[in-house]
C-alpha cells in the first residue's frame, strides 16, 4: 500500500512560481506511474503531469506544457511539481497519484491519492 502526502500550495500571484511535493511511502517503487491532478471548484479531477518512476519519463497536459515541470528524488521518495508562470485558472486542489505499471493520465486508471494541497492564483 503506497502513502502520499502533498506540500507546498499556497496563495500567489499571477506570473509566479509554486513547488509542490509528494512524499510517498509504503510498497515498492520501482514500477509506479505517478501523477499530478488537479481540481478547480465544480469542475471534474483532470490530469496535469506524469512520470514513471523507474525511467523517468514524463508527459504534460497542453494546458501546463512548457510552465511546469514535474520531476522526482529517487532517494528522498519524493515527486516534485515545480509550477511558473502561474495563471488564475491555475487555481485548484492539486493531488498527485500513483499506480503500478505504464504511464497513465485518466484519475479512474490511478488507485493511491493523497488528500490534496490547495493552490490558488490571485490575478
Known amino acids: 500500500q503506497v502513502q502520499l502526502v502533498e506540500s507546498g500550495g499556497g496563495l500567489v500571484q499571477a506570473g509566479d512560481s509554486l513547488r509542490l511535493s509528494c512524499a510517498a511511502s509504503?510498497?515498492?517503487?520501482?514500477?509506479?506511474?505517478m501523477g499530478w491532478f488537479r481540481q478547480a471548484l465544480g469542475k471534474e479531477r483532470e490530469f496535469v503531469a506524469g512520470?514513471?518512476?523507474?525511467?523517468?519519463?514524463?508527459y504534460y497536459a497542453e494546458s501546463v506544457k512548457g510552465r511546469f515541470t514535474i520531476s522526482r528524488d529517487n532517494p528522498k521518495n519524493t515527486m516534485y511539481l515545480q509550477m511558473n508562470s502561474l495563471k488564475s485558472e491555475d487555481t485548484a486542489v492539486y493531488y498527485c497519484a500513483a499506480v503500478q505499471g505504464l504511464p497513465k493520465s485518466q484519475p479512474y486508471e490511478f488507485k493511491f491519492w493523497g488528500q490534496g494541497t490547495q493552490v490558488t492564483v490571485s490575478s
Open positions: 509504503g510498497g515498492t517503487f520501482s514500477m509506479l506511474t
Open positions: 512520470l514513471t518512476w523507474w525511467g523517468g519519463s514524463t
